[in-house]
């Protein structure tokens, strides 16, 4: 009787149920099956990489988080991406992360939650907090942010590495153990930013930094007098406050990348003096120089220079040739905008101009040797000349007549190739 | 199953130009046969070097066997080549080097990939065994999506990832089945290894 009962009642409710269903599925919707996750790790080499390529780089970091195998993997399969930079910088002591690409749009910030927000995009941002598994309770915070650029570039490679440092509020003695980190080596280029800097702070640095980096000062005020044996030995040098700087400061550049002086007092005078000893120096300098174009004279620049100009795409050149104490070599002079162009090139090298377009200066360079083997036949004609008031010979005037001839050919021989002789300069058309 | 009762892909009639056009016929490996336009194959880069490697003609196509493809199931065969017909003739993309990649997903591939994450999972290995440069973007691209906004927690759960102690249990585990004797090799290496040695033997 019971289970007779049972029976009933199951089979009432079933009925109920099977009424219901249709209103249930019409208010609520067929109830979804909950969907499986997709085996990442088990996806083809290729096809990991691809979805790994598609995320951003915050996704990509967090899920390199997810575990050390996962981890291993990302490192794996990343490959250096030529557009991208790292920068470690430092700011009232504190670190960021950041990743850029082609040095304009940021692709990843990381940093404490309690610094302030820097008009970035929260979505880019990684949260120092979110990387506890990657610190450790017996690092300092110093070594913490170490690793954590360390773990970053592993997972993202990236092709310039620079440690940007904020002056204001940096205390020598957190300066002294960020650079006592031997990791921090890592990176390629330093570059300051700020309003002030003690003298002692920025010789730790200067000691620090090897020759072979870059060493750019762009924003604080440097000590007024400031002096460094190294201020001028690094592959890339930039200051933009170069008021400091003297002429004969830059006379101890080695095979320097690239120089940017802004805020310097040269004067034409002595921006001559410079190219005089680029002229004689026994090694290369520099391959480029930016400096300010202030009160500028290029004749006074180039007094006593054997020099040609040429006016083409836009652009005003004045070439100079190296002695022959070393390799040749040009020195391309480029007044333009407010800034001095300086730029060392092989006599067969071209340049790339700021357009895009493509400057070759052989033919500068065989004017050059015309005009110095010309200046050394006007020498030549002047000591024949002293020579003269003493002892006035025949010979000695036959022989004046054979050089002023042998110079009156070279020029005749220039005019013939586009070459103009006007108010005492050398232009090539 | 015969030719006439194949699972034919959608072909857009009015858009087949006048000439001749050659269909191949495939099989998948539940025995589901496909024909696919000539046009349509040259988004598979193996499918397109093996259909010129066997140089066949009109006839053979009708004639000869289909062209078995093992490893990959009627369903996701289906999926693959309709995604072929539907961008037949379009330019196999190049990767631009951008970060992250840019791979827009079109409406149609995101139609035909409102799957489960199992057939998902199919259909990404599929488009990397045919090397269909452009469906394994799109595919990895709805893969990758899937990790927006998630803590390293949630993209465990998401894409089924072991944690490190889970790791840790199944190399145990694996260590623990291995050939005894295999142990015995791995430990004594190990040890030497610890004694400072740098060969085995």
């Known amino acids: ?429 | 199953m015969s030719v006439e009762n194949a699972p034919v892909v959608d072909v857009d009639e009015a858009a087949i130009p006048v000439e001749k056009k050659m269909y191949y016929r495939f099989e998948s490996n539940d025995k589901k046969e496909f024909r696919v336009s000539e046009l349509a194959i040259q988004q598979s880069e193996t499918l397109n070097r093996l259909v010129e490697a066997m140089g066949y003609t009109s006839e053979d196509v009708e004639n000869k066997p289909a062209i078995a493809i093992e490893n990959i199931d009627g369903k996701t065969l289906k999926l693959v080549f309709q995604w072929c017909e539907h961008h037949k003739g379009e330019a196999i993309p190049v990767d631009d080097g951008s970060v992250p990649k840019i791979v827009e997903i079109p409406e149609f591939d995101a139609k035909l990939m409102d799957i489960d994450n199992g057939l998902l999972f199919k259909l990404i290995w599929a488009a990397d065994y045919l090397n269909i440069v452009q469906l394994l973007n799109v595919s990895c691209k709805k893969v990758a999506n899937m990790a927006q906004g998630k803590t390293p927690a949630q993209l465990r759960r998401v894409y089924l990832l072991p944690s490190d102690e889970e790791d840790e249990a199944a190399k145990r585990a694996a260590q623990e089945a291995q050939d005894p004797r295999a142990r015995e090799v791995e430990e004594e290496f190990e040890e030497r290894k610890r004694q400072g040695g740098n060969s085995f033997f």
């Open chain 1, 1 to 429: 009787m019971t289970s007779m009962l049972q029976k009933i009642h199951s089979l009432f409710i079933s009925s109920v149920a099977l009424i219901l269903l249709p209103f249930y599925i019409f208010w609520v919707g067929i109830p979804k099956k909950k969907e499986k996750g997709i085996p990442l790790r088990n996806l083809p080499t290729l096809a990991l990489e691809e979805v790994i390529k598609s995320m951003s780089l915050p996704e990509r970091i967090r899920l390199s988080l997810t575990s050390k195998r996962m981890e291993r993997t990302l490192c794996r399969l990343s490959r250096k991406q030529p557009s991208l930079s790292f920068h470690l910088a430092v700011k009232n002591e504190q670190f960021v992360l950041l990743v850029f690409e082609n040095a304009k749009s940021t692709l990843l910030i990381v940093k404490d939650e309690t610094m302030e927000n820097q008009d970035v995009e929260r979505d880019i941002q990684v949260k120092a907090s979110e990387l506890v598994s990657w610190s450790n309770p017996n690092r300092s915070h110093i070594q913490d942010y170490i690793n954590f650029s360390k773990k970053v570039l592993n997972i993202i490679p990236c092709n310039s590495l620079e440690l940007v440092v904020i002056t204001d509020n940096l205390s020598s003695q957190f300066t002294r153990e960020l650079l006592a980190e031997p990791d921090l080596k890592i990176f390629e280029t330093l570059r300051f930013y700020g309003k002030r800097i003690v003298g002692s702070t920025l010789k730790m640095f200067m000691d620090w930094c090897d020759t072979s980096n870059s060493f750019i000062f762009v924003g604080p005020k440097m000590p007024w007098n400031y002096r460094h044996n190294k201020a001028f030995k690094f592959s890339t040098i930039g200051y933009g406050d170069a008021g400091w700087v003297k002429i004969e400061n830059l006379f101890s550049m080695r095979n320097c990348e690239n120089v940017l002086l802004e805020g310097n007092r040269f004067s034409p005078k002595e921006y001559n003096r410079l190219v005089k000893y680029w002229i004689n120096c026994e090694h290369e300098m520099f391959r480029t120089l930016r400096s300010d174009l202030n009160r500028i004279q290029m004749s006074v620049v180039l007094k006593d220079i054997v020099y040609v100009v040429n006016a083409s795409l836009g652009y005003t050149f004045f070439v100079v040739a190296s002695s022959a104490q070393r390799q040749p070599k040009l020195l391309i002079i480029q007044p333009y905008d407010t800034f001095l162009y300086f730029s060392t090139l092989s006599p067969e090298e071209a340049m790339v101009l700021g357009s895009g377009a493509v400057k070759s200066f052989a033919r500068e360079y065989e004017v050059l040797n015309v005009l110095c083997k010309m200046k050394s036949l006007k020498d030549n004609l002047k000591l024949i000349g002293e020579e003269g008031t003493t002892a006035d010979t025949e010979e000695m005037n036959a022989k004046k007549t054979r050089v002023s001839a042998e110079i009156a050919e070279l020029k005749d021989g220039l005019i013939a190739n586009n070459v103009a002789f006007r108010n005492g300069k050398v232009r090539v058309l």
